[in-house]
């Protein structure tokens, strides 16, 4: 399968390392806060800082989104190390999901267990980590994504990485797989890295259901993890963060954050 067209360009972008904003995360108990672990800026102040930033950097956009560099937030700590397009697929999802729930995709990352509006880190009930500052690739990224909107996951909005629920990986989404559909192999994007769903509720077609066993076979075949397919997208989908599906019936979150945050040692021609 053929990489998307915009994959040399924005790969090239999402390259660049500079950090934007530095709001070190607290860590250590705090009496102007309920819990360790929240990075203590305002997400208003650190969006300015970041459009100050790249204007600066003349990167050939001037306006920088709360959404925007909220996204940024996610993709640095939590897929720092993945591909473009799996980096684009989650901003597509993030967005679309946020669409869905009639909110925005700000609202539902800094959503946690403490009802504070700040980012920070997954162990505070959050659904997505945003503890890491974000550098001017994280952001190109966010913002191709968000503004061109390339559909480039097929109308899926929710996803899960396999690899990281070990030997559950097959269980949990058999249970999941009983309300979703596989939206099928994306370029560039490894499946067990990062498998992306459409909700369907209980009633799924038969091709549906064919494709959400091929979709059990190729997690389950050997291959190199890391290898990338060049693969022609058939794009669009939005983004539940992590996934579920008890082993039985009930849905379980499956916290893809808080894993990406210990692997990460909490240490994708042009689109104009």
């Known amino acids: 399968m053929r990489l998307p067209y915009w994959h040399a360009e924005l790969e090239k972008r999402s390259q660049d390392l500079r950090v934007l904003t530095r709001c070190p995360i607290i860590d250590k108990p705090d009496p102007r806060l309920p819990a360790t ?17 790249i204007r600066e950097l003349d990167l050939g956009f001037d306006a920088v989104s709360l959404d925007e560099y ?10 720092a190390p993945a591909t473009v397009e799996t980096k684009v697929a989650v901003a ?25 509006g700040l980012y920070g880190r997954i162990s505070q009930g959050r659904d997505f980590d945003t503890a890491i500052d974000p550098v001017v ?21 929710s996803y899960a990485c396999p690899a990281r629920m070990g030997k559950n990986a097959i269980p949990i989404l058999m249970g999941w797989m009983q309300q979703n559909a596989w ?32 979709a059990l076979l190729e997690i389950q075949m050997p291959m190199n993890l890391d290898d990338a397919t060049e693969v022609e997208p058939n794009p669009r989908w939005e983004m539940a963060r992590a996934i579920g599906a008890a082993a039985g019936a009930g849905l379980l979150i499956f916290g893809v954050g808080a894993a ?11 689109w104009r």
């Open 37 to 53: 672990g929240f990075a203590p800026c305002q997400p208003e102040a650190l969006r300015n800082r970041a459009e100050k930033r």
């Open 70 to 79: 909220s996204v940024a937030r996610v993709l640095r700590s939590e897929w």
């Open 92 to 116: 597509e999802c993030i967005h679309n999901l946020a669409s869905r729930k009639n909110t925005t995709p700000t609202k539902l990352i800094l959503k946690n267990g403490h009802d504070l």
């Open 137 to 157: 690739g994280d952001l190109c990224v966010a913002h191709f994504a968000l503004t061109k909107k390339p559909n480039f996951i097929r109308g899926g909005d």
């Open 183 to 214: 939206i099928g192999a994306l370029p560039n994007v490894p499946l067990r890295h990062l498998i992306i769903f459409q909700h369907t509720g209980p009633r799924l077609t038969p091709a549906q259901k064919v494709a959400n066993d091929q």
């Open 260 to 270: 990406v945050s210990e692997f990460t040692n909490r240490s994708w021609k042009s």
